[in-house]
């Protein structure tokens, strides 16, 4: 059986936490912040985490 290689792409956006959660960055974060109001740019700033049926392909991903 040979070894699932990391999706280095997935690697850098995704972190694996010492519980074993996967953080992730929220979208919409980029740019156009001017019209954005404060709360919300706060709430993009906070890290989300991966679940459900995504959290699955993406530990896949990861090789975890």
Not at 5 to 33: C, D, Q, Y
Not at 50 to 56: E, F, K, L, N, P
């Amino acid at each position: 059986m040979p070894k699932i290689k990391t999706h280095k792409g997935t690697a850098k956006r995704i972190k694996l936490t010492s519980t074993g959660k996967l953080m992730r960055r929220r979208a919409f974060g980029g740019h156009f912040l001017s019209k954005k109001s404060k709360s919300r740019k706060r709430a993009i700033n906070t890290s989300a985490t991966v679940t459900g049926s995504m959290a699955r392909n993406v530990r896949r991903a990861l090789g975890v």
